[in-house]
């Protein structure tokens, strides 16, 4: 109590003291205001002159000095030898930042003799815990549950300190002249512990002990073999006066053992848990004796730390088989509810899923209503989705969630599994699995939908062939219908043209009448022009641009008769690529072109006429352009008898879909504009074909 008071006093003496002074005429003198100093601070280089003695050394970067306030730590530079512990000194250094706490780097000390180390604080867990008094000398006081060896000739004491459990190392090797466990001692040590460096938080603390000299025993426990006994009943119920901190003794038979430390037992229809202190083989159906200390898992009391004093060998327990998993669980708020956490048992579920675990496997097994989570070592044969299999194991809650009351009720249940012989498949599964039969369902759709696919484009090509095919078809038929009529005007229409014109060259040579001769030369004149047209339409009708839907090659068949007239010169000019079209179409447009000429040459007596074609998405644009006179369009539209030219091209026009306008002025010449819509029905059938023989 006064060595607390006294270090209560100290610190608020050393935090007052330096405030007056300013920062860079500031020195440090003290522990505990070294101690006191914020990040910022600390890590600003303050000077530091101390006095004290070494408590501990960890290495020459980490050397632990008290004074009459408190404790710092300090980094000595390399090659420096560092103090024992035990050395009084004084130092010169400055501060920096440490991991946890301010401390001091780049110290040079000297030597001025031996003292004896300090008493320790009076301390609790909760103040190791929040580090109150982290890198001080403290005194604490427990029940060592286990002392273990560990490299470097150190060992590790593990003390409980009420229901908590602190490690403490000890900087020797385990004193083999007395044992320790189960004892009450008090400590005196260093309080340290590891550090989450990046956030500076403490995240286990622990305590420094340089020799056994500074654990003393307060009480002395009795032999193992002279521990309590109880009955697993009895682990964590209620007595009158508390069951205590110490060990006491148990017997059972194992039904199982989990790993080299944890093992099942069962005490007629109770069952507990027991975690070894050492590794002791053991197998199932062993009576053993065991003694440790009382624990509260996760939901039933175990044994911890324990240690075998007896062993028979007996045959291995039967499981408990359980008819569904609700078993497991029980009912809420049932006061039997959680009865088989720590049984050997054998259930049968069917196989949900397995997934990958730290610590082996995990199946989720389904029953009527529930679900349950089954641990398969690593190397167990993990049963396929679908299975239905017979797992023996034992069972464990996990969780543990409020019931009604001052009640507990189990939460989350597991199944670990005793292997080889706890997992059994008693059913494999279908092999029509919700996976493959998706998978197969994918399948079929993929196939269909190519199906389709494929029969979607046979069908339009099929569409396109036909077309094409009825196009040579019709324009076959066209073309020998267009010949048989051109035979036909040839061997009777033209050949009695010729016969009337020799009647008439014969009937000149016998009229002597100047009249008669006059009348008789029109007629031949007429008759010459009759032949003439004949000719120009048997012509026509042999022409295969028409029936080729080459409507350019049709056009240029105009212009070079035209042309052979030598008196007007007749151009072709396409602005693009023109389409094939129909048959009729090119006739049409033909004839229109070929009237236009025409009647530039005739009536406007044009000497030059530009034939231009474009072709669009949607039309097709063909303009006729002569260098003639003119005409006045308003007036020379207009019907007059005997000239029945424009008209026809207006039908010619109208059967086609197109539209026809002229344009002109006087003395500037004339346009005659087709424009003709083009359906895509229309170019697709007007695709070439070779003209049929004959």
């Not at 009955?231 to 039904?255: C, I, K, M, N, Y």
């Not at 949607?618 to 260098?627: F, K, P, S, W």
Request: proline letters at 6%.
């Amino acid at each position: 109590m006064f060595s607390s008071r006294f270090h209560v006093c100290a610190l608020l003496v050393a935090l007052a003291l330096p405030c007056a002074l300013p920062a860079q005429n500031r020195v440090l003198t003290k522990a505990i205001e070294v101690r006191a100093l914020t990040p910022t601070e600390a890590a600003g280089g303050i000077p530091v002159r101390l006095r004290g003695v070494v408590v501990l050394v960890e290495s020459p970067s980490a050397v632990f000095l008290q004074d009459d306030t408190s404790t710092t730590f300090f980094r000595l530079p390399a090659r420096t030898p560092p103090p024992a512990v035990g050395d009084e000194i004084e130092l010169t250094s400055k501060t920096r930042l440490g991991l946890y706490l301010p401390g001091l780097d780049d110290a040079t000390f000297r030597v001025l003799g031996r003292r004896a180390l300090p008493p320790g604080i009076p301390a609790q867990f909760d103040d190791l815990y929040f580090g109150r008094y982290h890198y001080q000398r403290v005194t604490v006081e427990g029940i060592v549950r286990s002392v273990q060896p560990v490299d470097g000739g150190k060992s590790l004491l593990r003390l409980a300190m009420g229901s908590r459990v602190i490690e403490v190392r000890v900087e020797a090797a385990p004193d083999a002249e007395r044992t320790l466990v189960d004892h009450r001692v008090r400590i005196t040590g260093l309080a340290a512990g590891l550090i989450n460096t990046p956030r500076r938080q403490l995240v286990q603390p622990y305590l420094r002990v340089i020799q056994w000299a500074e654990v003393v025993v307060v009480a002395a426990a009795p032999p193992a073999a002279e521990a309590p006994r109880v009955s697993a009943d009895d682990l964590l119920a209620f007595r009158v006066t508390g069951l205590g901190e110490q060990r006491v003794r148990l017997e059972g038979v194992v039904t199982a053992t989990l790993g080299y430390d944890q093992v099942f037992l069962e005490q007629g229809a109770s069952a507990f848990a027991v975690r070894l202190g050492q590794p002791t083989p053991l197998a199932p159906g062993d009576r053993v004796t065991v003694v440790g200390f009382p624990s509260m898992e996760r939901f039933s009391a175990s044994v911890v730390d324990a240690e075998v004093l007896g062993r028979t060998p007996g045959a291995a327990p039967a499981p408990l088989d359980v008819a569904t998993l609700d078993e497991l669980y029980g009912r809420r708020g049932d006061p039997l509810s959680g009865k088989h956490d720590g049984r050997l048992v054998r259930i049968v579920g069917t196989v949900r899923d397995s997934f990958k675990a730290e610590d082996g496997t995990t199946l989720l097994l389904q029953g009527n209503q529930r679900t349950i989570q089954a641990r398969l070592p690593d190397g167990a044969a993990v049963p396929v989705a679908g299975a239905v299999v017979r797992l023996t194991g034992i069972c464990q809650v996990d969780t543990a969630v409020f019931g009604p009351g001052f009640r507990s009720d189990p939460g989350l249940v597991s199944l670990r599994a005793v292997l080889p012989a706890g997992l059994e498949v008693r059913r494999t599964p279908s092999w029509w699995t919700p996976r493959r039969l998706s998978a197969v369902l994918a399948a079929l759709a993929g196939v269909t939908l190519l199906a389709g696919g494929w029969i979607a484009i046979l069908r339009r090509q099929v569409r396109r062939q036909t077309a094409a095919l009825r196009h040579r078809i019709e324009a076959g038929a066209a073309l020998q219908e267009r010949h048989r009529i051109a035979r036909e005007f040839h061997d009777t229409l033209e050949q009695e043209l010729a016969g009337v014109s020799l009647r008439l060259d014969a009937l000149a040579t016998r009229v002597a009448d100047e009249k008669g001769k006059s009348l008789i030369g029109a007629s031949r004149n007429l008759v010459t022009r009759i032949q003439v047209e004949t000719r120009d339409l048997i012509s026509d009708l042999r022409d295969p641009a028409e029936t080729a839907g080459d409507l350019l090659a049709a056009l240029e068949s105009v212009a070079a008769r035209a042309n052979a007239d030598e008196d007007v010169l007749v151009r072709i000019a396409a602005a693009s690529a023109l389409p094939f079209l129909p048959a009729g179409t090119v006739h049409d447009l033909r004839m229109i072109a070929r009237e236009a000429i025409n009647n530039a040459r005739k009536h406007g007596r044009a000497t030059h006429v530009t034939v231009e074609v474009e072709a669009g998405a949607h039309q097709l644009t063909m303009r006729i352009v002569d260098n003639g006179c003119g005409f006045d369009v308003a007036t020379a539209l207009e019907r007059k008898r005997g000239h029945f030219g424009c008209a026809g091209m207006r039908e010619r026009g109208r059967k086609i879909g197109a539209e026809i306008t002229w344009l002109s002025t006087l003395q500037k010449g004339a346009t005659v504009a087709v424009v003709v819509p083009l359906r895509p029905a229309d170019v697709a059938a007007g695709h070439p074909a070779p003209p049929p023989a004959g």
